[in-house]
């Protein structure tokens, strides 16, 4: 059989000299994170970032989140602050991007922050980009490898669905341990949540000894995830939904939920931690199997719980 994930490879010392070199040549790559799959390219270059913003037909306006290898190179690119510290020392590396003022010495490419004066930055855990970012001089971009307002990839093959052979290279780190994108907390002011995520709101304010603001209602476009239709599977998502219409595939979650041909259970166990590693993957494969639609039932709104309602709520379009 013709192999057409031509573009995956292993992450061996090989592949990753590889990866480092297509970097340094402007081009754009897939590469894990313990959060999603990321489209990466050399932060500190126009060309790359451009290349990242037109191969996910991304808004300009969109800034992209900025992924480090240690606290020493953030210093160069953002100013720190004492919540972040804190933060830093109890969370990184993991699954939270904080917004900080741009350092005027940063090197950080315009169109990445999309002109803004801020930058989001993530200090990620998973080894294959800790391996990739301890091999460059630089900090890389890496949104989602997903073309915007869809799905973000939790595995190489998505990463291939979403691109095919439009990049060359897409390093396998496996499937994503999360599966879901990171907490974003803007450190600019009073400590503000822009996303929520894998780590809980409550588990920050415990951190910071402060209250944190949950940002519901926005006036103003200011993180990608924010805008109104997002992680779409590309056929319409309904939720809140106890059954399912004719064509229409159910989205369920613990151990009553009917098992039937078109029922899909994200954790037969109810764990919160699961169904939000399998919400993507699963919707990938109804999108697959030809449902019209998604109908979703209610998936309790705590822990993680709140990052899976945030991301079906804009599936949903609502
Ligand atoms: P995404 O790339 O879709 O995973 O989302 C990136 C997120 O980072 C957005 O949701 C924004 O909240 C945030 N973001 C990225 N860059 C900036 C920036 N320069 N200033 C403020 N927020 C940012
Ligand atoms: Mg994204």
Do not use: W
């Not at 989140?65 to 690119?77: A, G, Q, W």
């Not at 897409?170 to 009073?190: A, Q, R, V």
């Not at 200011?222 to 399912?244: C, D, F, M, R």
Request: glycine share 6%; charged share 25%; hydrophobic share 40%.
């Amino acid at each position: 059989m013709k192999n057409i994930y031509l573009n995956i490879h292993k992450p061996n010392l090989l592949n990753l000299k590889k990866a480092k070199r297509n970097i340094e040549n402007n081009n754009v790559i897939g590469v894990p994170t313990e959060t999603v799959y990321g489209l990466a390219g050399n932060a500190y270059s126009n060309k790359s970032v451009k290349k990242i913003f037109k191969l996910k037909k991304r808004p300009s306006i969109n800034p992209l989140i900025i992924h480090f290898k240690n606290l020493s190179d953030l210093k160069k690119d953002v100013i720190l602050n004492a919540d972040f510290i804190k933060l830093y020392n109890a969370l990184c590396p993991g699954p939270i991007t904080f917004v900080l003022n741009k350092n005027k010495k940063s090197k950080i490419s315009n169109f990445a922050l999309a002109r803004k004066k801020t930058v989001a930055v993530r200090i990620p855990k998973h080894r294959v980009i800790k391996d990739l970012l301890n091999i460059l001089k630089f900090p890389l971009a890496a949104p989602s490898a997903n073309i915007s307002s869809k799905l973000s990839p939790t595995s190489a093959k998505d990463v291939f669905d979403e691109f095919g052979n439009k990049i060359k290279f897409i390093l396998d780190g496996g499937k994503c341990k999360i599966g879901l994108e990171s907490t974003i907390i803007d450190l600019t002011k009073k400590p503000t949540i822009l996303r929520p995520g894998g780590i809980s709101v409550k588990k920050i304010q415990n951190i910071i000894k402060k209250k944190v603001i949950l940002k519901k209602k926005f006036i103003k476009i200011t993180a990608p995830g924010q805008l109104k239709l997002h992680y779409s599977p590309g056929i319409p998502v309904e939720i809140n939904k106890k059954y399912a219409k004719k064509h229409q595939a159910l989205i369920g979650f613990g151990k009553k939920f009917k098992v039937a041909k078109n029922h899909f259970n994200l954790s037969k166990n109810g764990s919160l931690k699961e169904a939000a590693n399998n919400l993507y993957k699963t919707m990938r494969i109804i999108k697959k199997r030809k449902f019209k639609s998604i109908a979703v039932n209610r998936i309790p709104n705590k822990d993680i719980g709140c990052a899976i309602n945030d991301r079906l709520k804009k599936a949903s379009n609502k």
